[in-house]
Each structure stands twice: as structure tokens, then as C-alpha cells.
């Protein structure tokens, strides 16, 4: 029996445990006691059914048939259950209450590009929507289709290498591929690479997502952002193909890529992506692990390691108090004789900061990298712990993500928002942002920067908090409006690398002005006349 809860849950089939220590912190946090502990909520285990029929005419449907062979055209109730959304919290309530109003009518898998231009161009004459699918771990509600039509999954057949070229240091890569096997290939390859794009969601995100989404890796601040990768690639729109050459730079006006990179879906199907590649050594990244007195003195040790000119770690992080008191009482080191000890020399529970950082690259350049950075940080008054927190936290990087499902589970929402901003306002915004999410009662409020930049960094908030059972929707919806409001009123972006989808889609034009909205609908409008790509709002765009 195919459930709900297959659709929703993060990963393979495998239900995640929450481990003794993450259970006693909400244990005292929320007041749960051991009977509730035993309620399960909402667990979606009852069986996917749709009440609404596939809209397309048969003769329509028999088109796409044709192209793709019926083993690639999926009408079933499941297959179009699953291709209904992403992983934004509000999605997965819906699906444990089985709420599916608007799925696909179809989810195709196209064998290869022609397949995409003859399905786009069959869907632009009869106007039918059509939504790019690839790990459908937008957490924007991108992959939603409140037109119905067409969902297209590039995982099944578009996840091959087209080439590596070790002169260049690049690769050329097939849209639907999933981020590990990328990387395998890469740390396999020749030489051995890597391509140094390593987000929470990187074992179910694909390359194309990766790119329409905007997004950013654990390592993004020595490796880049995705748009720092991508040197050029491969679009099918509705009014034709855009390929864009391969050059390391170049200045024959606007470099045209960069408007599909943050596109989501919008304005036509990428294909294929080149990217930047770079020497895989993991035997000489160098890792180093501080604590800090308090927010704002890691915060100036931060900044002052990004202005210095010494070179850039690749992993650079700070959790902030409540982040970091969480971690020590998850990871059960609160009342160990360390902290005991930490505690006597100033590092007070409640105020002190985590930072964690690591350097990849030659061994005299990581080593260099690392000690400088030693040097700069203990202007700041830090102690230094080491390398193995941070190693640590590497080895466990990815688990984070299976505990939603179980929290959800025990009835509590659990959700992350994440923004960009400058310096000079980095620590007002933190400081609001989290006077909003302490107003909720029994609210637990975790911060981190984890993409750092010369002139500023993100801040990404993660809040736990029980749900209000029975009308958890439009709880969420207001709390989750007011936390927007707070970031947007303090000088943070929309966002740093979720993206917009149709979430933030409302904060648009507040954001950008008219004109600069007006101006991505008239880029929309010359690629997609007929609207049909990736419609409802995606990006604030019309229809
Ligand atoms: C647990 C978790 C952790 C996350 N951590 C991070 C993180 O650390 N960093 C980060 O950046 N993001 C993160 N995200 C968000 C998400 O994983 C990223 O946005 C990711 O890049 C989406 O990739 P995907 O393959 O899942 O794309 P999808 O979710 O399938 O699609 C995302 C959007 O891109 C469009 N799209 C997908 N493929 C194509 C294509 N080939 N052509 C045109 N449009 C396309 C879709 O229509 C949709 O609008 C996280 C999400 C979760 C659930």
C-alpha cells in the first residue's frame, strides 16, 4: 500500500529515531511527558487517494504517449500524488491530512531534450501548464502545480555526465542528476574533484535544482554560491532553445545564464549545466573548532577573518546561544567536567558561541588559511577546541533533516527561514528576529551563519515549537507571515538560497520595486508568452 507518508517522508523508507538527547530537551522545553511521547500525530500512513481526475483529453495524452512510451507517462494516483509537492512544512501538513486539491494531471519522465521540446511545444499549443520536477525538495512550494498539467521529472533519464574537462576544470551534467552520484563521479574522476556544492538537502537534490532554486552549499564560502559555478548552460523554453557558450568570463553584454540560474521553473526546462570543478583533496582539508564569550564577539571575529585578506575557509559557521546550548545538551555535554570548566573561564552556558571552520585545498594554503584565522579569532577572546567538533559536525552534517518527520510526528512544527544581510545590520535583524520567534510560547529558536561573505553573511533560524493541534495550518501561516514581515522590516533579503517560490511570492514587488518586478515579467513574457511554465505565482510572476 503506497501512503502519504512515503510521499512526505525525507529520505528512503527508513523511520528516523530521535536520539535520548534532542528527547529530554523537548522534553523540558515543550513539558511533554512520557504519555505523550507515545501519541503519534497526524502520521499520513492512511492510503493515497485522489479526488480529482487527470483533465487532459485522452487524444492529448496519446501525444505525449507517442514520445516517451507509456512506461514514462504516469497517471496513476500515487505517481501524481508524489509530483504534488515539496517539503515546505505547510506541504507536508497537507499531505498527513491527505490534502491534495490541485495534483499533476500527468507526470511525465522524458527519455532525453527532444522529448522536452516536443512535450513543451505539444503543452504550448493547448496552453498546459508544466512544472520541472527534481528532487522535489523545494522547500518554497516550487514544485507545486495549482494549474494542474504536466509534471516533468528530469531524475529518471537526465542524470547523466556529458563531459569532464580536466584542462578546463569543468563539467558538463545532465539536470536530473542527484547530488552524490555528481560527486562520486567527480571524486573518482581522473585527477579526482569535486564540485563543492554541498547543501543540507544534497542526497535528494538534483543539479538542476540546484541551479533553478539559487542555492548554496555548506561549503559555499570558500567554493561559491551555485551562481559562482555555473559557467554556461542549456535551456529548452517555450519559445526555443537558449544555449549559452562556455567562456571563463566575457563582456558581449548581459552574461545571459545568469537569468536562468534563480528561474525556478518560470522560464523554460534547463537540461544541462556546466560548472566549475576543483581538486578533490580531503587528506589536507584542515578543520578548526572555537568557542566565543558571546554572539556579537564571534559575529567581529567572523567579519574581521572575511577582511583580512588571508584567504577564505570553505566551511565557516557560527551557531548562536541558543543553537549552540541546544547542540551541547543534544550532544549530552552540558555537566561534563569540560563544561564545568568552560563555564568557570567565562564560556557561560546561555551566552557562548560555536564556530566552526574548515579549509580545503594545497596543504601550505590550508595550513596557512588555519592559523591566520587562529591569530584573528583570538583577538576576539575565543578559545580555541580543536579540530574534532568540527569534523564532528561533518560526519553527521546531513542527519538533521530525518528528524523533522518524527518531531512532526510528536506535534511539533518544525520549520527553518533563512535571509541574507550586511554586516551592519547582521546583528539588529538576529535580535529581532528572534524576539518574534520567542514570542511564541514555548518556542525553541536556533540561529546560524553558515555563508559568509566580505560585506555581510546569512543568518538561517530553525523553530521548534508544539503545534496548535486542529487548526495547525493557519497557525503556522500567521506565525510564519509574521516571521517574514520581522526579516523583511530589518534589512534581510527574501532569501540567501531557498529561493522564492510561491512562498515568499507575496514580498516580491515590496522587495524589488515595480519596475525591477515588471521588468523579470517582461523576460518571462518574451520566454514563456503563454504562461505556462511553472504558473501560480512562482516568483511573484504572473499568471
Ligand atoms: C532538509 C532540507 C535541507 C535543505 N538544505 C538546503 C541547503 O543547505 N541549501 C540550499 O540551497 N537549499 C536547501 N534546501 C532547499 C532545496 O533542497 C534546494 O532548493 C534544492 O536546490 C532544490 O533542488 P531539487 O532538485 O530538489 O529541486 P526541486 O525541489 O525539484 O525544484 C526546485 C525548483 O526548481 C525548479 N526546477 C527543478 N529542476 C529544474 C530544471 N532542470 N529546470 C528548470 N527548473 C527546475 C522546480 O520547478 C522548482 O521550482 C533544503 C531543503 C530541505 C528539504
Not at 504519555?35 to 492529448?60: A, M, P, R, S
Not at 554560491?225 to 549559452?244: F, Q
Not at 540560474?261 to 587528506?283: A, C, D, W, Y
Request: hydrophobic share 35%; net charge neutral.
Amino acid at each position: 500500500m503506497n501512503t502519504y507518508r512515503d510521499i512526505f517522508k525525507w529520505g528512503d523508507k527508513r523511520e528516523a529515531q530521535i536520539d535520548e538527547g534532542t528527547l529530554k530537551v523537548i522534553q523540558k522545553e515543550f513539558g511533554f511527558t512520557d504519555e505523550k511521547f507515545k501519541d503519534k500525530y497526524l502520521v499520513g500512513d492512511q492510503e493515497v487517494k485522489l479526488n480529482h481526475k487527470c483533465q487532459l483529453d485522452q487524444i492529448i495524452i496519446d501525444q505525449f504517449i507517442k514520445i516517451v512510451g507509456a512506461e514514462n507517462c504516469k497517471i496513476d494516483d500515487y505517481s501524481r500524488a508524489s509530483h504534488s509537492y515539496g517539503k515546505f512544512y505547510a506541504e507536508l501538513i497537507k499531505l498527513r491530512k491527505g490534502l491534495i486539491p490541485t495534483p499533476p494531471d500527468l507526470v511525465i519522465y522524458p527519455r532525453n531534450e527532444e522529448d522536452i521540446i516536443q512535450i513543451i511545444s505539444i503543452c504550448n499549443s493547448h496552453k498546459i501548464a508544466v512544472t520541472p520536477f527534481g528532487g522535489h525538495s523545494s522547500v518554497t512550494r516550487g514544485v507545486e502545480t495549482p494549474n494542474g498539467g504536466i509534471s516533468l521529472d528530469l531524475t529518471k533519464h537526465l542524470n547523466k555526465i556529458i563531459e569532464v574537462n580536466e584542462i578546463n576544470s569543468t563539467v558538463t551534467v545532465q539536470s536530473g542528476m542527484y547530488g552524490p552520484v555528481f560527486e562520486n563521479y567527480l571524486n573518482n574522476y581522473g585527477e579526482k574533484y569535486t564540485c563543492g556544492h554541498f547543501p543540507q538537502s544534497f542526497e535528494y537534490s538534483t543539479v538542476g535544482g540546484w541551479v533553478a532554486a539559487k542555492g548554496a552549499g555548506q561549503a559555499s564560502t570558500g567554493y561559491g554560491k551555485i551562481e559562482h559555478m555555473v559557467l554556461s548552460l542549456r535551456v529548452v523554453t517555450p519559445t526555443g532553445i537558449i544555449e549559452t557558450k562556455t567562456y571563463p568570463a566575457s563582456a558581449q553584454g548581459w552574461d545571459l545564464y545568469t537569468i536562468f540560474i534563480g528561474s525556478e521553473g518560470t522560464l523554460g526546462v534547463i537540461t544541462q549545466v556546466t560548472m566549475k570543478i576543483h581538486k578533490f583533496r580531503p587528506n589536507q582539508t584542515k578543520h578548526a573548532s572555537f568557542i566565543f564569550k558571546n554572539f556579537d564577539s564571534a559575529v567581529t571575529a567572523m567579519r574581521n577573518v572575511m577582511q583580512s585578506g588571508i584567504g577564505v575557509p570553505h566551511l565557516f559557521r557560527i551557531s548562536d546561544p541558543e543553537e549552540t546550548d541546544i547542540a551541547f545538551k543534544t550532544k549530552n555535554f552540558e555537566g561534563t567536567i569540560a563544561d564545568k570548566f568552560l563555564n568557570t573561564i567565562g564560556y557561560k552556558s546561555g551566552s557562548r558561541c560555536l564556530m566552526f571552520v574548515s579549509v580545503d585545498g594545497d596543504k601550505a594554503y590550508t595550513n596557512h588559511v588555519i592559523s591566520s584565522i587562529k591569530k584573528i579569532v583570538k583577538k576576539s577572546g575565543t578559545f580555541y577546541l580543536g579540530a574534532s567538533p568540527t569534523k564532528k559536525w561533518l560526519e553527521q552534517r546531513y542527519s538533521s533533516a530525518y528528524l523533522r518527520d518524527p518531531l512532526m510526528d510528536l506535534g511539533i512544527m518544525t520549520d527553518t527561514l533563512e535571509t541574507a544581510v550586511m554586516w551592519n545590520n547582521l546583528i539588529s535583524l538576529w535580535s529581532s528576529v528572534r524576539t518574534y520567534l520567542k514570542s511564541r510560547e514555548k518556542t525553541v529558536a536556533m540561529v546560524h551563519i553558515s555563508h559568509v561573505y566580505e560585506n555581510g553573511a546569512n543568518l538561517y533560524f530553525t523553530f521548534l515549537s508544539p503545534m496548535k493541534t486542529a487548526d495547525e495550518l493557519a497557525d503556522y501561516e500567521s506565525f510564519h507571515k509574521g516571521l517574514v514581515d520581522t526579516i523583511h522590516a530589518n534589512k534581510g533579503s527574501l532569501s540567501h538560497h531557498h529561493g522564492i517560490g510561491r512562498t515568499l511570492a507575496p514580498w516580491m514587488q515590496n522587495e524589488l520595486g515595480k519596475n525591477s518586478l515588471d521588468l523579470m515579467q517582461a523576460i518571462k513574457d518574451q520566454l514563456d508568452p503563454n504562461g505556462i511554465m511553472n504558473p501560480g505565482n512562482t516568483l511573484g510572476l504572473k499568471p
